[in-house]
Each structure stands twice: as C-alpha cells, then as structure tokens.
C-alpha cells in the first residue's frame, strides 16, 4: 500500500513564527504535491514538485516556499505564519506517469 | 478556464439505496483524466475512481461507478448499496493532461457531503 505521512495532525503556532510541515511518501513517486483545504474553497494546490530540488507553484503560493532535498520528503516552509493561514494542509505523491495521487492524513493547522 | 463544479453541498440517501453525485467539468484539453476522492471526517483523502477521456467504458470500482458522458462534460458519481461508512464528502478532480510530470496537478471541486441516514 501506498503510504504518505504528515509529521503532525494537528499544530498550533503564533503569528509572525516560522512553520514547517514535513510529508513523507515510501512509494519513490516522483511527483508531491501541497493543498490547502478551506470550508467552500475546497482544495487549492500550493507547490507541487516532479524531482529532487525541482518546485513549481500552483494556485496559491505567496506565503509559502517549499523544499525537496530527498525524493522521498517535501516540505512546506511558513516563512512568517499569519492568521489567514489557518487551514488544513494536504499533501499527496503520485508516480510520474501515472494519474492517481495519494493523500496523507493531513494537518490541520492553527496560527493565533 | 478548467474548472470542477459540484452543485450539490449536500445530499441525503436511505442505507441501503443508490445515490448519485454531480460533476461536471470545463476543460479544452483534448485527453484528460477524472477523479473522484471521498474525505471522511478524520480528513484523509482516500481515491475511490479514475476515468481518462479516451476511455471507451465507464469506470467501475466495486460499489462505485462513474457515469461519464463526455459530450455533455459530466462524471457523476454513482454510489451503489449506500452504506453508513459511506457518509462522507465527496470530491470530483480533474487532471488537465493524462500524462504525469509538471501536469499532474489536480484541479478540485468544492465537495458534495453525502449523509447515509439509518
């Protein structure tokens, strides 16, 4: 079975901190992939990666950065936390040429 | 523009009976492919059906169907035999290309809660 691990399920942090949420994939996808969920907005993709230190943004990138120092690990870098950032992060892997991307279990995260 | 709409926030069904969930999608991509993903409440994304845009037949995943009617661009969802583990929200995606790679993104829709009552 796939598996996709998020370091923390749920995370509370102080406006202005530095935040970072760590995804782990055990299948050698190529392909990783950042969400946030929010009620009625639905998903919306943040920054995927297709390789090793290879990142491109999706939809919703200002305020996040992200790294791939391993194939297996992308990470997800709040570089100052803000109250709209307050949300349920998702992230999933997918091989490179196959379609299905698989979910970790998410982290839902609260800034005050 | 490529986007997913699901007009239905939610939606009732009796245990036991069939239910469908709307989707339909805009996209001038000539090949693509659709998804649907159920998120129970402990919030993981589990995937349930994929159907690509060549595909001749409609995908069939156990007690899961999608009714893809590609002239009218919708992938509804069929749940067969509701179940009340099946209470949930539902999400229809789209994949712009059938390839992986930088295109591999998903695009989502806004969800359907589905609610199985006793």
């Known amino acids: 079975d796939v598996k996709v691990t998020q370091s923390s399920r749920y995370l509370v942090k102080r406006t202005g901190e530095k935040v970072f949420l760590e995804c782990v994939q055990d299948?050698?996808?190529?392909?990783m992939f950042w969400y946030r969920q929010d009620p009625g907005l639905g998903l919306r993709l943040i920054y995927f990666s297709y390789d090793v230190k290879m990142k491109e943004k999706g939809d919703i990138p200002e305020g996040y950065s992200v790294s791939r120092e391993k194939k297996e690990r992308f990470s997800l870098i709040l570089e100052s936390a803000s109250t709209n950032q307050t949300s349920m992060y998702l992230c999933?892997?997918?091989?490179?040429?196959?379609?299905?991307?698989?979910f970790g279990p998410g982290t839902r995260l609260t800034v005050l | 523009a490529q986007k997913i709409t699901q007009t239905q926030p939610g939606m009732f069904v009796q245990e036991k009976e069939a239910v469908t969930l709307d989707c339909t999608y805009d996209?001038?991509?000539?090949?693509?492919?659709l998804f649907w993903y159920k998120q129970p409440s402990s919030g993981e994304m589990i995937f349930l059906i994929y159907q690509g845009s060549y595909d001749q037949q409609n995908a069939t995943e156990g007690r899961y169907s999608l009714n893809f009617q590609k002239a009218r661009k919708s992938a509804n969802l069929v749940i067969s035999a509701s179940q009340l583990g099946d209470s949930a929200m539902y999400f229809c995606?789209?994949?712009?290309?059938?390839?992986?790679?930088?295109?591999?993104?998903?695009?989502f829709g806004k969800g359907t809660k589905l609610s199985v009552k006793p």
């Open positions: 299948m050698d996808h190529e392909n």
């Open positions: 996209t001038s991509d000539p090949s693509y492919g």
């Open positions: 995606a789209m994949r712009p290309s059938n390839y992986g790679g930088s295109q591999g993104n998903l695009i």
């Open positions: 999933a892997s997918s091989p490179l040429h196959m379609d299905t991307q698989y």
